[in-house]
């Protein structure tokens, strides 16, 4: 039996870098300034705040968790050229994301990229107390001097962090701060924190299925001023995969939808609530697949509603 | 996750690492401790022909082999490799340690576990089980599509040890020493099984079916009972 060593690996060092050094030469080359303005994604500013957010960021739960794998590295670093050369700018992860915090550490300091990210992050874990040292050691896998968003992961803690949250707000050692749900749960809990604490940010899932939001907090956002990240855009690829095989219909032309990634991203940042949606992927050409949806045209209410009941009868 | 409703996530939503990366882990596993591979198989063959014709200072060896393999995967892959990117690692791998405490334990005792000698069902399905862990198991990476690279192999990574462990434990006796060393390998197992369902990988059902067979093969008539 032959044994493991050399390992073969599936990936190409040179092809990875080739695409890693294309995508950050191509917001370098002299003139590219224009060209990057007019491609450019759609920005929406967050409530309360002069930040103009694209409307498209980047997630990072599970695709950038690769330890300390320096292929896997290389392959992340790509898709973070590839991102900011998009046009993109927010970025999210949380202490429960393995090594995902460090990972996006090591692509911002090769990409030299802290000045242009958008850093959001979180706090997690029910200890009040432990919350501080969490966050700063975030801060050092990041290699931010700050973060721009901190969020309660899960409401885990909440009281507590958001107390630390508001005291390093006003110590200008983190410009925003929210918290975040997912899979639609807790809402009732959510819509409470929402009315009763100043928040800049909530961040929960939201997508052409995954609608609930849409009953009471993210009219609440609004009311209250308060941005809404939506998470888990994609189901976390359950839904591509359901859509996978079955064309576009011919109407989705229409705003611009060049694939089911596209159509369902299209449909969640038209949401007037919706600042960012943050889609998480491993690959380069999704990330630009993905960026290129911030644009115009977005459906206006009536083609969402199309949009939802296509979906919803296939 | 949340500190409310955590039972209603499904496997999906709990797994933290893609398939690519999974892969990876043995791969640089292997890569790390070559040439330990060719180490480890050898003393799989010394295990398994200590199976094939135990007595007490076999048995007792293969217990201190077999503790040995738990405590080094729970440091080298568990600890030092899974953990940084599954934080429920860092919980599995002293459950890892202990299991290794367990083994030595009973190996060090005169009369701590003891194999039987003569052919039965059970004794068949647990030697089969070894076999399977020692000279099969590593091939499911590469039959996967995964190469050699990814090869798990007994002794350096959980899923063959804790099969091989399952094979032991299926015929030892007596029975509730036995049982009690058989719990965390199979639990592991289905784990396993659930980790590599959930990602996609064929043979998630290959742990999943170490179980059934160890738990078939304890629970198997003794012959006084069939008469």
């Known amino acids: 039996m032959a044994l493991p060593h050399p390992p073969r690996l599936p990936l190409s060092r040179r092809r990875l870098l080739r695409g890693l050094f294309a995508a950050a030469a191509a917001s370098a080359l002299p003139g590219a300034g224009a060209l990057a303005q007019s491609a450019e994604p759609l920005t929406r500013t967050l409530p309360g705040t002069d930040v103009a957010l694209p409307r498209v960021g980047l997630g990072s739960w599970i695709t950038f968790n690769v330890g300390d794998d320096p292929l896997l590295l290389e392959a992340c670093t790509a898709v973070m050229a590839a991102f900011f050369a998009a046009g993109g700018r927010l970025i999210d992860s949380s202490p429960m994301y393995g090594t995902s915090q460090a990972t996006i550490g090591h692509a911002l300091k090769r990409l030299e990229a802290v000045e242009r990210v958008y850093a959001a992050d979180k706090v997690w874990t029910s200890s009040r107390d432990e919350g501080p040292a969490q966050i700063e050691a975030s801060r050092q896998a990041w290699g931010v001097p700050r973060f721009d968003l901190l969020q309660v992961h899960n409401l885990r803690g909440w009281e507590g962090h958001l107390e630390t949250l508001q005291a390093m707000q006003a110590a200008g050692e983190v410009r925003h701060l929210g918290i975040t749900t997912s899979h639609g749960r807790r809402h009732d809990e959510v819509e409470h924190i929402m009315r009763r604490v100043p928040l800049d940010s909530v961040q929960l899932t939201y997508n052409i299925v995954d609608r609930e939001a849409e009953q009471r907090l993210l009219p609440l956002a609004r009311e209250r001023g308060i941005g809404v990240i939506a998470n888990r855009p994609f189901q976390r690829k359950r839904l591509i995969r359901r859509l996978a095989g079955t064309p576009l219909p011919p109407w989705a032309a229409e705003i611009g939808a060049e694939s089911w990634a596209q159509f369902i991203l299209k449909f969640i940042i038209s949401h007037p609530a919706i600042t960012c949606a943050i889609p998480a992927t491993t690959r380069v050409e999704h990330v630009r697949e993905n960026l290129a949806a911030a644009r115009e045209p977005l459906p206006d209410e009536a083609m969402r509603r199309r949009m939802a009941e296509h979906v919803r009868g296939l | ?227």
């Open chain 2, 1 to 227: 996750m949340g500190t409310s409703a955590w039972w209603t996530y499904r496997p999906e939503d709990l797994l933290m690492v893609s398939p690519r990366v999974y892969a990876r882990l043995f791969e640089l596993h292997n890569q790390a401790l070559w040439p330990a591979q060719p180490l480890a198989l050898a003393l799989g063959v010394v295990a398994l022909a200590v199976l094939l014709r135990p007595g007490p200072q076999g048995t007792r060896l293969l217990l201190m082999l077999l503790a040995v393999a738990w405590a080094f995967v729970a440091w080298a892959f568990l600890w030092q490799r899974y953990a940084p990117i599954h934080w429920g690692m860092a919980y599995v791998a002293p459950l890892f340690g202990l299991q290794a405490l367990l083994l030595a334990g009973l190996g060090t005792l005169r009369a701590g576990l003891h194999l039987p000698r003569r052919w039965s069902v059970p004794r068949g399905l647990g030697i089969g089980l070894f076999a399977y862990a020692l000279l099969l198991h590593p091939l499911v990476a590469p039959a996967a599509g995964r190469g050699f690279a990814g090869a798990e192999i007994l002794g350096l990574t959980p899923d063959p040890l804790a099969i091989a462990t399952l094979g032991v434990m299926a015929m030892a006796e007596p029975a509730r020493r036995a049982w009690a060393l058989l719990a965390l390998p199979a639990l592991w197992c289905l784990q396993s099984g659930l980790t590599l369902e959930t990602l996609g990988e064929p043979g998630a059902w290959l742990a999943p079916l170490a179980v059934a067979a160890a738990l078939a093969a304890r629970w198997w008539p003794a012959p006084a009972t069939l008469r």
